[in-house]
């Protein structure tokens, strides 16, 4: 029995929810999220709630049942707050800046990096912390691990990008031989 699938997922004032075929689509304002369940899952709208129960008795329905509940759920709380992920640029000449679309780099390389922001993501940048917002979790976390793969933190001086609630463990260098 799923703990998360028997819960049910409470629609917010301002969002409109309704059942297409397989199909399970969130509206606020001119915004419209879909979310596919391939038929894997029952899903009904009931009382300002979404309520999602299990196609079959097999084990691979019960992954399915909280699979979709959470995926639901992620999309709710996308169109009513949104995600954020934040990032930190430690090291001597790091920076980073928006040009439009276009966030430019320089992370100690001979060169720029440009990354071309997707659609439906803010980027922000103050200081030394790039601010990544939008409303849906898996393209802002995509987001934020694409720009952090530039220059992953080094466990030396801790130089490179990191997230800001990212720990690095520090290693010693190297000890003179006697």
């Known amino acids: 029995m799923s703990r998360i699938g028997k819960k049910p997922v409470a629609i917010e004032n301002g969002i409109s929810v309704s059942v ?19 038929g894997r899952v029952n899903v009904k709208v009931e009382e300002g709630q979404v309520v999602f129960e299990r196609a079959g008795e097999d084990s691979q329905s019960a992954a399915f049942w909280g699979t979709y509940r959470s995926l639901f759920n992620n999309i709710m709380i996308g169109l009513n707050e949104g995600f954020t992920k934040s990032l930190e640029i430690n090291g001597v000449g790091y920076r980073a800046a928006m040009q439009g679309k276009v966030l430019n780099l320089q992370l100690g390389f001979s060169h720029d990096i440009n990354y071309d922001v997707p659609a439906g993501i803010d980027v922000s940048v103050e200081k030394n912390v790039i601010t990544i917002k939008g409303d849906d979790k898996q393209v802002v976390g995509q987001v934020a691990a694409e720009i952090r793969e530039f220059r992953p933190p080094e466990p030396y001086k801790g130089k490179g990008v990191k997230y800001t609630d990212e720990t690095i463990i520090r290693k010693a260098g190297k000890s003179a031989a006697k």
């Open 20 to 38: 297409e075929g397989t199909q399970i689509v969130a509206k606020k304002g001119n915004v419209e999220k879909r979310l596919e369940t391939h």
